[in-house]
């Protein structure tokens, strides 16, 4: 079993979007190393607060392979998250490709996962400042701000691209909607509740 992505095949390399004197590997085609620079290995801008007025205020700024086309193959992106005081909400959501280990760097979050099933055992704790917690890969997490001021954590992932899955977006707003007669049943929901929830995504 890995933990990450697999190992590279060089010392790096750096995606581009062409495909003229490139090599596909791992989803991403590589630049000549010859015509590498600095900046593709850079990336600026997580000084910067995000914008929380949104509807789970919350904002994730990702550096991932995307932003720094020097990350293809290596492995790992970051991310900055910020919450809104009172309530600012990273809504239960899954890496599918990443484990995810989380800093605090100002405020306090209550943070939690649920195992899979049959277990469903839920892990949960309230971090501050400093504090640092883990999200084992492909586990439904959440990060929840039960402070009076704004929040701000970091996140390492374990890999180029962990992918992201927001549980509920995906079930209620999905491009071709879920069968609300599917969805009352697993849910043990109404389904006029069910087809209100679909309408608000």
Same mark, same amino acid.
């Given at each position: 079993m890995e933990a990450s992505d697999p190992s590279s095949l060089h010392d790096f390399c750096v995606a581009i979007?062409?495909?003229?004197?490139?090599?596909?590997?791992n989803g991403k085609f590589c630049k000549d190393p010859k015509l590498a620079t600095a900046d593709d290995f850079f990336f600026a801008g997580l000084h910067k607060a995000g914008n929380t007025s949104n509807a789970v205020g919350s904002k994730v700024?990702?550096?991932? &392979?995307?932003? @720094?086309?020097?990350?293809?193959?290596?492995g790992v992106s970051l991310a900055r998250i910020d919450y809104a005081p009172y309530g600012?909400?990273?809504p239960p959501h899954t890496h599918p490709r990443a484990t995810e280990i989380l800093v605090v760097a100002k405020g306090k979050l209550y943070v939690g996962f649920v195992t899979s099933n049959?277990?469903?055992?839920?892990?949960?704790k309230?971090?501050?400042k400093g504090d640092v917690f883990v999200f084992p890969v492909g586990l439904i997490h959440f990060q929840f701000n039960i402070g009076k001021t704004n929040a701000i954590a970091f996140a390492g992932l374990?890999?180029?691209?962990?992918? &992201?899955?927001? @549980?509920a977006n995906a079930?209620?707003?999905s491009n071709l909607p879920v069968n609300a007669d599917a969805l009352s049943k697993a849910f043990k929901l109404d389904k006029n509740a069910v087809e209100f929830l679909q309408t608000q995504f």
């Open positions: 979007n062409g495909t003229s004197n490139a090599v596909l590997v700024t990702p550096v991932n &392979v995307d932003q @720094i086309s020097g990350l293809n193959t290596l600012g909400l990273n049959p277990d469903n055992r839920f892990f949960a309230v971090l501050k374990s890999s180029q691209n962990p992918g &992201v899955i927001t @549980i079930v209620f707003s």
